[in-house]
Structures are given as C-alpha cells and as structure tokens.
C-alpha cells in the first residue's frame, strides 16, 4: 500500500536480477501490467534506443552489486515515450542469503525539457558569441586591408609629389612621377568606388539605368580604358566580337563595369608579355561575354569562392597582387541584375583563366537606343581654349579643391569666380550672373542643395539652372537628390578634368571640340 502511494514507480528485484514486484504505477505510467514487466519483461516498456544499453548497466550492476542509476525513456500509457531516472540498490537479505533489490522509476520528463532548451539556449549562445568574434575578427582583418590599400597610393603620391617640389627633374622625371600621382590617385578613386558599390549592394540600393544597349560599344570603350594598364605589362590584348551590334536592355555604365573590372583583373594577374583576349557573341537567346588570359590561373579549390566579398585566393602578406576582393563580387552582382550568370573556369595554376558573362539578348522588335557607356575622352589639354569668355562660379569651402577646379578651366579659357561659401556664392551670382555654377553640396552653414534652391527663387526666370553639384557625395540617390534641388549634372570627386570641361561646356551651350567626350571616364 505504501509503494502504490507513492508517485514513482517502485519495483524490487531477486538476488538474480530478475524483476518480482512492480507498484501500481507502473501500469498507470506504462500501459502495461505487473505481469509483463516481470522478470526481464520490464526490457519491452523501454525506449529502442535505450533497452539494449539500460540492461547491460542493470546486468553489470547486479553482478558487482553496486547501486544502479540510469536515464531511459519508458514507454507512455498515452503514447509516445517519457524520460524516466532508474535507481535501484541491494539491500542484504537479515539471513544472509543473497540481496533484494529495491528500485524506483521517477519521472524527470519536465527536466529533460528544460535542460534540453537550456542546451539550445548555450548552444545558441556560444554560436552567437563566435559570429561575433568572427566577424570582429573580419572587421579587424577588413580594417587592415583597407589600411593597407589605402595606404599604398597615398604613399606613393606624398613621395613624388614632395620630389616634384624639391628636386630638379628632367623631363623624363616629371614624367615619371606625375604619371604615378595619377595612377595613384585613380586607384583611391577605384577603391572608394567598389567600396560604395558593396555597400549599397549590402543595402540592397544599387540601381539599374536600364535601355536598350548594343554591347559592341560597351565592350570597345572597356577595351579601351584598359589599354594604357595592357601597354604598360606589355601585354597583348585581342577582341573578337562576332557580331558586335548584339543589344541587351541594361544599364551600360555598369555593363561596361563588369567587362572593365574583368579586364583589370586579368590583366593584373597576367604576366609581362601575356595574352588576354575578350570575346562577344551570341547563343541564340543571350550575349556571351568572355575574358581570357593566359595568367596565373584559378586553384580548383577556391573557385567556388571567388565571387565572394573580400575573398582572394592568396590573402597573406606575401601575396604579390594586393587588393580588397571585391571587383568580381561586384561583377556578380552587376550581372545577377541584369538577369544573366558569370561563370570562372580554370585549367589549374599557372594556366590562365576565362570568365563567361550570359546576358539575355533584347528580344525582337524593341528598337535600339544610342549606347552611353563611359568611354575615355580626349585629355583636357587637347581642348584648347574651348571655353574661352565662359564664365563660372566655383562654390566649395575647401581652398584646395577651389583652386585645382579653377585652374583647368582657366586653361580651357574660361573666367572663374571662386566662393568659400553659400553666402559668397549668392552675392558672386547677383554680381557676376555667370554662365555655369559649379557647387560643392557638403558646406559648413548651408549646403549646396539650399544655394541652388535659393537661386532658383531669386531667379525664376533662368530655367533650367546651368548648375552641376561637384560633390564627394557618390551615390545614385545623392545624384536623384542634387537633381531635384535643381542641378543640371552631377559629378563625383575626384573629378576627371576632361568630364570636368565637357559639363562646363555643355552647361554653357558650347560645343566640345573634336575627340572630346561628355561622359565621364568610368571609376574615376
């Protein structure tokens, strides 16, 4: 009577081992009778997974006669299963003949729960704690590259720059080192733009200007701005586009990103005296892009993650072609948007490489519109004196750049007014109406989206402004922005001076002069 009260199952067992007395509970908490679970019938209320090992334990203990503890799952009335804990000691017959076995079966479901959700929850904990170190340690890692990546052109245009102004130089000399300050210079101004890009594809903001496009053009103009970096390797590069008049709808600024960022890539890991050659042709449904070389090849065991961002197959200190990782990754991306795929394939190290872009073909019947891929236009020096009587405001609070804008177009001939302010900038226009405004939009006081307002009420006459924003503020939503204000253009600093005269020129309704381009030169 007493062990049918109590709220475990007590059972007792003979000296053999062999199950005599079961409570009352065993059948309420089982299902099963007094009579199955006897001698090693008890075996056929447990668990599968638990029987085999629970008897070896109460076989064991029973030889050794040492307490017996165990956690199995017995089967439940209602169905299913419940974590239940054994116990069970020997207890000396008065006699002394032998032992008793005395044992219990306590139900410990509601435990088992708990902690298995407390195991979830460290689990859980400990996963979290080492995201956050891993992604402590790629920000560290990231910060490094960065540093590193930036540190280099800075480096090498602080050095020249302070020769240009110490040293006596040939002419070879200063050739030397003002093409390094603007290789340099194009670098920075490459970085802060695949910077920008992964940050707004992290976003989830990068835009398409989607239009009909011919990828011949697109392909020529990344050719061509890839040239100069080919010469210097003394590399050969070759084209074969069959037929070059292919049309997608896309955005062909950023076309001519993913075949210019492919160009450069296999252009750096190519060595002097390679090969590299782009193919355009059509599959019938698609416009197939490749890129090939004759460089150091892919590892077959990091192709799968080439794409990826800020991935190279060689990141230590050794690695003898630096850089972020991001331009293929921006690639991928770029072309994901155009509803195409990009493809890396590689004999192996050592035995070059080929990218393929698929993008769909424009599908019959939409007409062609004139492609506007940023090619490379004329340098500024070849413009002449083609602004010649133009007269324009500069409006930027850094001297510096005030000065470096003034003195292109000076030489193209046009008349600058400098204004450190928006305050200047709206006394210098009433009193020298001139024919382009040119403004930075980050100023301290008032920025550059209240001057061009402002003008705007005090001169509703005037329309459109003759006004671009020259700003370091680079985005396609800052260019939306400095539109709506009432910008006629947009450029983005470090301004290329041939763009730089080309939108003064178009603002004041001159022509540009034969070679000259009125896009901007890609990436920089």
């Avoid at 904990?125 to 790629?138: I, L, S, W, Y």
Wanted: one cysteine or more; aromatic letters at 4%.
């Amino acid at each position: 009577m007493l062990a049918d009260g109590l709220p475990d199952i007590v059972w007792t067992a003979g000296p053999d081992g062999q199950w005599q007395y079961l409570s009352a509970r065993w059948r309420e908490r089982t299902g099963l009778t007094a009579e199955q679970g006897r001698g090693s019938g008890w075996r056929a209320g447990l668990h599968p997974d638990d029987a085999e090992r629970c008897a070896r334990a109460w076989a064991e203990a029973v030889r050794a006669r040492r307490p017996f503890e165990r956690e199995a799952r017995l089967v439940a009335a209602g169905g299913g299963y419940r974590w239940h804990l054994a116990r069970a000691r020997a207890v000396p017959q008065p006699d002394g003949d032998g032992v008793r076995w005395i044992g219990s079966w306590t139900d410990i479901e509601e435990l088992k729960r708990a902690q298995g959700l407390d195991e979830q929850a460290l689990k859980h904990d400990q996963a979290a704690r080492e995201e956050a170190e891993a992604a402590n340690r790629a920000k560290d890692e990231f910060l490094a590259m960065i540093s590193h990546e930036l540190r280099t052109p800075l480096g090498a245009i602080l050095i020249w720059s302070q020769l240009l102004r110490n040293d006596r130089m040939d002419e070879a000399g200063m050739t030397r080192a003002l093409g390094m300050i603007e290789r340099s210079t194009k670098t920075l101004a490459k970085l802060i733009d695949d910077l920008l890009d992964v940050s707004r594809i992290i976003a989830g903001k990068l835009r398409l200007d989607s239009r009909p496009v011919q990828l011949g053009p697109v392909v020529d103009a990344a050719l061509e701005s890839a040239q100069p970096d080919a010469e210097a390797k003394g590399l050969r590069v070759e084209r074969a586009l069959s037929p070059a008049t292919l049309s997608v709808a896309g955005d062909p600024v950023r076309l001519q990103q993913v075949v210019a960022n492919l160009l450069a890539n296999a252009i750096k890991f190519t060595p002097e005296g390679g090969r590299v050659e782009v193919g355009l042709e059509s599959t019938g449904t698609h416009a197939r892009i490749t890129v090939t070389d004759t460089g150091a090849g892919i590892n077959a065991e990091f192709l799968p993650y080439i794409f990826e961002r800020f991935r190279q197959a060689d990141s230590t200190s050794t690695c003898r072609n630096k850089g972020l990782g991001l331009g293929l990754a921006i690639c991928r991306h770029l072309v994901e948007l155009h509803g195409g795929t990009i493809e890396a394939s590689s004999p192996g190290e050592g035995h070059g490489s080929t990218f393929t872009v698929t993008v769909p073909l424009l599908r019959a019947g939409v007409a062609d519109a004139p492609s506007r891929p940023a090619v490379r236009g004329a340098a500024w020096p070849a413009m002449g004196r083609s602004l010649e009587g133009v007269r324009v405001l500069i409006v930027d609070d850094e001297s510096d750049a005030r000065d470096a804008l003034a003195l292109v177009l000076e030489r193209c001939g046009a008349r600058v007014t400098s204004a450190a302010s928006a305050a200047e900038a709206l006394a210098a226009w009433q009193r020298e109406s001139p024919d382009v405004l040119l403004s930075d939009i980050a100023m301290p006081g008032e920025d550059g989206y209240s001057l061009i307002r402002k003008i705007a009420t005090a001169h509703p006459d005037v329309r459109p402004l003759p006004a671009a924003a020259v700003t370091a503020y680079a985005t396609t939503e800052d260019r939306q922005r400095a539109l709506e204000a009432g910008y006629r253009d947009h450029l983005t600093k470090p301004v290329d001076p041939a763009a730089l005269v080309a939108t003064v020129a178009r603002l004041a309704g001159r022509p540009l002069p034969s070679g000259g381009s009125p896009y901007p030169v890609l990436g920089v």
